[in-house]
């Protein structure tokens, strides 16, 4: 029997490129891949899943949050299905 470990769905702050908003992903790992999916519009990509994805993911966040201070608009994405328009 094999066991699979439930691994729970990673938010984070991300420009979509379908849709052109920012806002926020859901990162799903299954095994070896990822499915990255846009809460707004439904946009899906495929990741390759690696363990250091995690602290990509965080060094991004890291980057959305420092970004922040210049473009107050940032902190409003905090929910799924949030989505700003940035010129």
Same mark, same amino acid.
């Given at each position: 029997?094999?066991?699979?470990?439930?691994i729970?769905?990673? !938010?984070?702050?991300?420009? *979509?490129?379908?849709?052109?908003?920012?806002?926020i992903?859901?990162?799903?790992?299954?095994?070896?891949?990822?499915?990255?999916? *846009?809460? =707004? *519009?439904?946009?899906?990509?495929? #990741?390759? /899943? =690696?363990?250091?994805?995690?602290?990509?993911?965080?060094?991004?966040? $890291? /980057?959305? $949050?420092?970004?922040?201070?210049?473009?107050p608009?940032?902190?409003? #994405? $905090?929910?799924?299905?949030?989505?700003? #328009? !940035?010129?």
């Amino acid at each position: 029997m094999i066991i699979e470990k439930k691994i729970d769905p990673i !938010l984070h702050r991300q420009k *979509c490129h379908a849709c052109g908003y920012y806002t926020i992903y859901e990162a799903i790992p299954t095994g070896d891949t990822a499915t990255d999916t *846009c809460t =707004y *519009c439904g946009h899906q990509v495929q #990741l390759n /899943w =690696y363990s250091d994805l995690r602290a990509a993911i965080k060094s991004n966040e $890291k /980057w959305f $949050k420092d970004m922040a201070a210049v473009v107050p608009e940032l902190d409003q #994405l $905090k929910n799924r299905g949030d989505h700003i #328009l !940035l010129d």
